[in-house]
């Protein structure tokens, strides 16, 4: 099955400043790769994804980047802001299931 | 709003006990996943349900369970409950649980074993 890793586990960034989170998976027949945030007691919630068809997609001040032969994809933040703050989920589908990364605690200070 | 429900919000218990959680996939959509979040933790995949039949199963104990019913709706059992079972428990809907669907996610119940 697949297996995604996540890096780094927490990140401090001050606001106006980018923030980069990293995850790799196992799987090379993996095709999609979404990214969830998950504020404080809240449901993760679906802020960007990207097929392998792409190298890239951008929605306003956030990127994800995939790059299949390395097995890797990020997800950019620039200027951050405090209601960014946040545990930040990357994804893999693995058989019929989607397998989560361990998750990213971004803190934004103002 | 996801459009996935999930009830109840809150369940405390006692330690040996059992108890069931529900949920109801968004409108239209036929597969549900189960989820398990213990405290600072990621998202433990349990398994998955497709109209009705199990589609996959990930590190579900042997003291859970879990069926979808005609209507759809899906209820994860939980029995001989352990301190460690103790967490926020998600279900996520897609429409048809096949690679590269989005996945919805209700607002979870949070289990507190005593």
């Given at each position: 099955g697949e297996n995604v890793e996540q890096h780094p586990s927490t990140l401090s960034v001050q606001e106006g400043d980018s923030a980069v989170i990293k995850c790799t998976y196992s799987?090379?027949?993996?095709?999609y790769f979404p990214w969830y945030k998950q504020e404080l007691g809240k449901r993760p919630q679906l802020i960007i994804d990207i097929r392998s068809n792409v190298g890239e997609k951008k929605d306003q001040r956030i990127a994800v980047t995939l790059n299949k032969t390395a097995k890797h994809f990020s997800l950019h933040i620039t200027e951050?802001?405090?209601?960014?703050?946040a545990v930040y989920f990357c994804a893999a589908p693995s058989n019929n299931d989607m397998r989560f990364g361990a998750g990213t605690r971004l803190t934004v200070k103002p | 709003d996801s459009g996935v429900t999930q009830t109840p919000k809150h369940l405390i218990t006692a330690t040996g006990q059992r108890v069931t959680l529900r949920c109801s996939p968004r409108s239209g959509d036929l597969s549900v996943y189960w989820y398990q979040q213990s405290l600072d933790q990621g998202l433990q995949f349990l398994i998955q349900y497709y109209n009705g039949e199990e589609r996959a199963k990930g590190?579900?104990?042997?003291?859970f369970s879990a069926q979808q019913f005609p209507d759809l709706h899906s209820e994860l059992n939980l029995s001989s409950l352990e301190l460690g079972d103790s967490a926020l428990y998600f279900c996520a809907s897609s429409a048809?649980?096949?690679?590269?669907e989005k996945l919805f996610f209700g607002s979870g119940t949070q289990l507190s074993v005593l």
């Open positions: 799987d090379s027949a993996s095709n951050t802001q405090p209601e960014d703050s | 590190n579900i104990l042997e003291r048809s649980g096949g690679l590269g």
